[in-house]
């Protein structure tokens, strides 16, 4: 995810809320119950649950989705006006082609188990996540909380956007975003496995160049007590034509101390959807760190 000035890691989040997260200890984290979801694990929720909605699974990227959608809804899921996973998926199913896919922004908040989500197109929507009696992260309720630009000098313009940020064809917003997201959690839940699939052979991020180079200034062969913990509480954008997600980032120490709040540029390959670049700023130190990939 992010770099320090030594060596950068992908630590298990360290707080379940927003706003005074540096007041939670990565100990206090790690002892939440388990119906508690932390940022990265609703983001990813919500984010499969926008891909697989659409029915068409994310173009390119060396994997696809690991459950579907019926999967990721609970059974009770209040949605769009119906209730229940049979009814919900069916609505899901016959409105596939209709959902808005090119999206600005997503916000999380741990506090309440919600990811809001807005797009170009002027609307908005917040997907509740929660575990079901499994332990199984599941879609709880979609709101709508503001429709689409539909007319005037507001929707030409909202239209332009989505043209522009679509660049002409290629991967949508959503898409993007699932690629980013997949890597970010991996990132944070320290998957190093995962964290290899998803980056490009040639990948540049945390100062070096290089699949392997990468993994080893993330931390992969360091001690738990010596990796940074992170959270990200703060809303994530997306640049769909160029395939870049930006995020802001809190750096914690494995004890809780706040370190510093970072940003990361990740863009993603729109062929393969594999991480190509993460440009990361140090907001403390003013250090930014942006190798170029090996062509």
């Not at 997260?21 to 694990?41: K, S, W």
């Not at 229940?84 to 016959?94: M, P, Q, S």
């Not at 209709?98 to 929507?125: C, N, Q």
Request: charged share 20%.
């Amino acid at each position: 995810m992010m770099v320090r000035e030594t060596t950068h890691d992908g630590g298990l989040t360290a707080a379940a809320g927003t706003g005074s997260a540096e007041a939670v200890t990565a100990a206090a984290a790690a002892a939440a119950p388990p119906c508690r979801l932390r940022d990265h694990d609703l983001l990813r929720c919500a984010t499969i649950f926008l891909v697989a909605r659409t029915g068409q699974g994310p173009s390119g990227g060396v994997e696809p989705l690991d459950v579907e959608l019926g999967q990721i809804l609970g059974d009770d899921v209040e949605a769009y006006g119906m209730r229940g996973r049979r009814e919900v998926l069916a609505l899901l199913t016959l409105r596939a082609r209709t959902f808005p896919t090119s999206v600005l922004s997503t916000t999380v908040s741990a506090l309440d188990g919600s990811v809001r989500v807005d797009y170009h197109d002027g609307s908005g929507e917040t997907v509740w996540c929660g575990r079901s009696a499994k332990h199984e992260v599941i879609v709880e309720r979609v709101s709508t909380h503001r429709e689409a630009v539909t007319g005037g000098a507001a929707a030409a313009a909202a239209v332009a956007s989505a043209a522009t940020q679509s660049g002409g064809g290629g991967p949508t917003g959503v898409q993007v975003l699932w690629w980013a997201v997949r890597f970010l959690h991996a990132d944070i839940d320290r998957n190093y496995a995962a964290q290899r699939r998803y980056l490009a052979d040639n990948a540049a991020a945390f100062g070096v160049v290089g699949r392997e180079e990468i993994l080893k200034a993330n931390g992969e062969t360091l001690p738990d007590e010596k990796k940074t913990v992170y959270t990200i509480p703060y809303p994530l954008t997306v640049d769909e034509g160029s395939g870049t997600v930006v995020l802001m980032f809190n750096a914690f120490s494995a004890t809780g101390e706040l370190k510093y709040r970072g940003t990361d540029l990740m863009v993603v390959d729109r062929s393969s959807g594999l991480v190509q670049r993460i440009v990361t700023v140090n907001h403390d130190s003013g250090v930014v760190y942006s190798p170029q990939p090996v062509l």
